[in-house]
Protein backbone atom coordinates (compact mmCIF):
# COMPACT_ATOMS: atom_id res chain seq x y z
CA UNK A 1 0.00 0.00 0.00
CA UNK A 2 1.35 3.80 -0.67
CA UNK A 3 1.66 6.50 1.78
CA UNK A 4 2.42 9.40 1.50
CA UNK A 5 5.92 10.74 3.30
CA UNK A 6 5.37 12.75 6.47
CA UNK A 7 6.42 16.32 6.05
CA UNK A 8 7.22 18.46 8.81
CA UNK A 9 7.55 22.41 7.93
CA UNK A 10 8.17 25.74 10.10
CA UNK A 11 9.12 29.33 8.79
CA UNK A 12 10.00 31.80 11.71
CA UNK A 13 10.83 35.28 12.59
CA UNK A 14 12.63 36.62 15.48
CA UNK A 15 13.10 39.96 16.35
CA UNK A 16 16.74 40.00 18.23
CA UNK A 17 16.39 42.19 21.97
CA UNK A 18 18.99 44.65 21.17
CA UNK A 19 18.65 48.54 20.42
CA UNK A 20 16.46 51.31 20.96
CA UNK A 21 12.75 49.57 22.79
CA UNK A 22 13.96 46.14 23.02
CA UNK A 23 15.63 44.68 26.71
CA UNK A 24 19.31 44.84 25.62
CA UNK A 25 21.70 47.47 24.25
CA UNK A 26 19.14 50.36 24.37
CA UNK A 27 20.71 53.27 26.51
CA UNK A 28 22.28 55.10 23.00
CA UNK A 29 21.86 56.43 19.63
CA UNK A 30 25.22 54.48 18.29
CA UNK A 31 24.79 51.49 19.96
CA UNK A 32 21.56 51.24 18.62
CA UNK A 33 22.71 51.99 14.38
CA UNK A 34 25.21 49.05 15.03
CA UNK A 35 23.34 46.39 16.91
CA UNK A 36 19.50 47.58 16.60
CA UNK A 37 17.09 46.51 14.22
CA UNK A 38 18.32 42.74 13.25
CA UNK A 39 15.58 40.10 12.34
CA UNK A 40 16.48 36.36 12.12
CA UNK A 41 14.40 34.40 9.75
CA UNK A 42 14.10 30.89 8.88
CA UNK A 43 12.42 28.23 7.21
CA UNK A 44 13.37 24.42 8.43
CA UNK A 45 11.74 21.29 6.53
CA UNK A 46 11.88 17.82 7.14
CA UNK A 47 10.61 14.55 5.06
CA UNK A 48 10.89 11.46 4.72
CA UNK A 49 11.29 9.63 1.64
CA UNK A 50 9.23 8.43 -0.53
CA UNK A 51 8.53 4.24 -0.68
CA UNK A 52 10.58 2.49 -2.92
CA UNK A 53 9.01 0.05 -6.11
CA UNK A 54 11.40 -2.59 -7.49
CA UNK A 55 10.76 -3.58 -10.78
CA UNK A 56 12.76 -6.09 -13.14
CA UNK A 57 15.41 -4.60 -15.74
CA UNK A 58 14.45 -7.54 -18.36
CA UNK A 59 10.37 -7.46 -18.70
CA UNK A 60 10.07 -11.51 -19.69
CA UNK A 61 6.53 -10.50 -20.22
CA UNK A 62 7.04 -7.38 -22.86
CA UNK A 63 6.51 -9.48 -25.74
CA UNK A 64 2.88 -10.54 -24.93
CA UNK A 65 1.32 -7.04 -23.77
CA UNK A 66 2.77 -6.96 -19.94
CA UNK A 67 4.40 -3.67 -19.19
CA UNK A 68 6.22 -4.57 -16.28
CA UNK A 69 7.22 -7.79 -14.34
CA UNK A 70 8.44 -7.08 -10.62
CA UNK A 71 11.29 -10.09 -9.18
CA UNK A 72 10.91 -12.28 -6.81
CA UNK A 73 11.13 -11.56 -2.48
CA UNK A 74 13.88 -14.38 -1.33
CA UNK A 75 13.28 -13.86 2.25
CA UNK A 76 15.83 -11.76 3.32
CA UNK A 77 15.49 -8.22 4.29
CA UNK A 78 16.03 -5.25 1.51
CA UNK A 79 17.48 -3.07 3.89
CA UNK A 80 21.48 -2.26 4.55
CA UNK A 81 23.08 -1.36 8.19
CA UNK A 82 25.17 2.12 8.59
CA UNK A 83 24.45 5.17 7.96
CA UNK A 84 23.12 6.91 4.80
CA UNK A 85 26.48 8.06 3.46
CA UNK A 86 28.31 4.52 4.07
CA UNK A 87 25.28 2.72 2.37
CA UNK A 88 25.37 4.97 -1.12
CA UNK A 89 26.80 2.37 -3.14
CA UNK A 90 24.33 -0.34 -1.28
CA UNK A 91 20.74 0.71 -0.19
CA UNK A 92 19.38 -2.08 -1.22
CA UNK A 93 20.07 -5.16 -0.74
CA UNK A 94 19.94 -7.14 -4.17
CA UNK A 95 19.77 -10.20 -1.81
CA UNK A 96 16.65 -9.58 -0.98
CA UNK A 97 15.52 -10.52 -4.65
CA UNK A 98 15.66 -12.59 -7.86
CA UNK A 99 14.62 -13.06 -10.98
CA UNK A 100 11.07 -14.01 -12.04
CA UNK A 101 11.05 -16.15 -14.64
CA UNK A 102 9.11 -16.19 -18.12
CA UNK A 103 5.20 -16.12 -18.19
CA UNK A 104 5.55 -15.14 -14.51
CA UNK A 105 5.09 -11.73 -12.54
CA UNK A 106 6.79 -12.23 -9.26
CA UNK A 107 5.59 -12.27 -6.23
CA UNK A 108 6.80 -8.73 -5.46
CA UNK A 109 4.39 -6.09 -3.86
CA UNK A 110 4.32 -2.92 -5.69
CA UNK A 111 6.47 -1.10 -3.28
CA UNK A 112 8.60 -3.00 -0.57
CA UNK A 113 8.76 -2.04 3.15
CA UNK A 114 11.61 0.60 2.71
CA UNK A 115 11.75 4.25 1.83
CA UNK A 116 14.38 6.41 -0.06
CA UNK A 117 16.51 9.24 1.43
CA UNK A 118 14.44 11.71 3.63
CA UNK A 119 15.49 15.54 2.98
CA UNK A 120 16.40 18.01 6.09
CA UNK A 121 16.71 21.79 4.69
CA UNK A 122 17.30 24.80 6.63
CA UNK A 123 17.18 28.39 4.81
CA UNK A 124 18.20 30.99 6.99
CA UNK A 125 18.47 34.76 6.81
CA UNK A 126 19.75 38.13 8.88
CA UNK A 127 18.17 41.31 8.13
CA UNK A 128 18.72 44.67 9.04
CA UNK A 129 16.77 48.03 8.59
CA UNK A 130 18.64 51.47 8.45
CA UNK A 131 16.39 54.64 8.12
CA UNK A 132 17.71 57.01 6.03
CA UNK A 133 15.33 59.87 5.07
CA UNK A 134 11.66 59.63 6.27
CA UNK A 135 10.17 57.24 3.88
CA UNK A 136 13.41 55.88 2.96
CA UNK A 137 15.23 53.43 4.19
CA UNK A 138 18.11 50.48 3.79
CA UNK A 139 17.94 47.15 4.11
CA UNK A 140 21.05 44.87 4.57
CA UNK A 141 19.99 41.12 4.00
CA UNK A 142 22.51 37.98 4.43
CA UNK A 143 20.73 34.64 3.28
CA UNK A 144 21.76 31.20 3.20
CA UNK A 145 19.80 28.58 1.02
CA UNK A 146 20.45 24.98 2.72
CA UNK A 147 22.35 26.74 5.36
CA UNK A 148 23.84 23.46 6.67
CA UNK A 149 25.28 21.79 3.65
CA UNK A 150 22.27 18.83 3.76
CA UNK A 151 22.65 16.77 0.60
CA UNK A 152 19.34 15.27 -0.46
CA UNK A 153 19.96 12.27 -2.01
CA UNK A 154 17.67 10.90 -5.39
CA UNK A 155 15.87 7.34 -4.73
CA UNK A 156 18.22 4.23 -5.53
CA UNK A 157 18.73 2.62 -8.50
CA UNK A 158 15.22 -0.09 -8.45
CA UNK A 159 15.88 -1.69 -11.75
CA UNK A 160 16.59 -5.27 -10.56
CA UNK A 161 18.39 -7.58 -12.99
CA UNK A 162 21.63 -8.56 -14.06
CA UNK A 163 21.68 -6.09 -16.55
CA UNK A 164 22.04 -3.43 -13.99
CA UNK A 165 24.87 -3.61 -12.45
CA UNK A 166 23.85 -0.12 -10.06
CA UNK A 167 20.89 -1.17 -8.61
CA UNK A 168 20.28 -0.56 -5.12
CA UNK A 169 22.85 2.25 -5.42
CA UNK A 170 22.18 5.98 -5.44
CA UNK A 171 24.08 7.99 -7.58
CA UNK A 172 23.22 11.55 -7.82
CA UNK A 173 21.94 14.42 -5.46
CA UNK A 174 18.67 16.44 -5.81
CA UNK A 175 19.33 19.44 -4.22
CA UNK A 176 21.98 22.43 -4.29
CA UNK A 177 24.76 22.63 -1.89
CA UNK A 178 24.58 26.06 0.38
CA UNK A 179 24.04 29.08 -1.34
CA UNK A 180 24.61 32.03 0.10
CA UNK A 181 24.29 35.80 -0.70
CA UNK A 182 24.68 39.33 0.76
CA UNK A 183 22.39 41.76 -0.30
CA UNK A 184 21.35 45.69 -0.01
CA UNK A 185 17.46 46.97 -0.81
CA UNK A 186 16.14 50.16 -1.17
CA UNK A 187 12.73 50.83 0.16
CA UNK A 188 10.87 53.38 -0.12
Given at each position: ??S ?19 Q ?8 DYV?G??Q ?5 LY??G ?12 G ?10 AT ?9 L ?8 N?AA ?6 F ?16 A ?7 KS ?26 P????GP?N?S???IN???N ?13
Amino acid sequence: MFSVPLVWSTAFTYQLPFGKGRQFANSSKALDYVVGGWQFNGIALYREGFPTAITEANNLNGAYGFPGQRPNATGISPETSGSLESRLLNYINPAAFSDAPQFTFGNLSRFIPMRGPGMANWDLSLFKSFPIYERLTMQFRAEAMNAFNTPLFNGPSASFGPSNSSFGQINSQANSSRQMQLCLRLLW
